[in-house]
Structures are given as C-alpha cells and as structure tokens.
Nanobody
Framework: QVQFVESGGGLVQFGGSLRLSCAAS????????MDWYRQAPGKQRELVAT???????NYADSVKGRFTISRDNAKNTVYLQMNSLKPEDTAVYYC?????????????????WGQGTQVTVSS
C-alpha cells in the first residue's frame, strides 16, 4: 500500500515562508495526481492544492497566490511552497492521492494518511 512521509513544517512568523515535502513510496508516482491537505484543530481536513500527473495545478481560494504545489517524479516527491503565511494557515499538513473520478469536493483518498507535518504561524 502507498505510504506518505511529510516533512518541512515548523514555527514561522506571520508573513514567513515554508516548503513542505511529501515522499511517496510503493506506487508509480508519476502517473498519479497528488494532493496537499491540511487540518486545523477542531476543523475538518480540507484540500489545499492539487497537481496532476501532467503538472496542472489547482488551489483552494484561501491559499491561491500564496502557495505553490510542484512535484519531482524522479524523487517521488510533491512539494508545497508556502509564502505570506498567516495564522489561519496553522494546521497539520498531509498529502495523499485522490481516487479515480474524484472531484474537488468529493475526493476519497487512495492511501492511508501519513503522520503529517505541523505548521504553526505566529502573529
């Protein structure tokens, strides 16, 4: 079964930047769309950004213009560059693969969730 290992989180001040990484294993990484999610305390997990196998990207309105998703198929890794961070970006960030036929609002994950990486933005 596919496995994900997220890293790169940390504590950053308002307006700062972080680059998250997610390494996937046990899959043919290059053929899959990859998603970044986040879950803030007391809230549901939400989709933040997605990148297709062909490199097309899409973002939640709350992060558009500030976050950039990218991938390196040679390293089986997807990245999330986060700039102009705000306290409301504080959350645990996860990656996963959407099942075939998924839409932005109906997006069952293909794999189990990893441990995530904590991002904390201080004001």
């Amino acid at each position: 079964q596919v496995q994900f290992v997220e890293s790169g989180g940390g504590l950053v001040q308002f307006g700062g930047s972080l680059r998250l990484s997610c390494a996937a294993s046990r899959i043919i990484f290059s053929i899959y769309t990859m998603d970044w999610y986040r879950q803030a305390p007391g809230k549901q997990r939400e989709l933040v950004a997605t990148i297709t196998s062909g490199g097309s990207t899409n973002y939640a309105d709350s992060v558009k213009g500030r976050f950039t998703i990218s991938r390196d198929n040679a390293k089986n890794t997807v990245y999330l560059q986060m700039n102009s961070l705000k306290p409301e970006d504080t959350a645990v960030y996860y990656c996963n693969i959407p099942r075939s036929g998924s839409t932005w609002y109906n997006r069952p994950p293909l794999g189990s969730w990893g441990q995530g990486t904590q991002v904390t933005v201080s004001s």
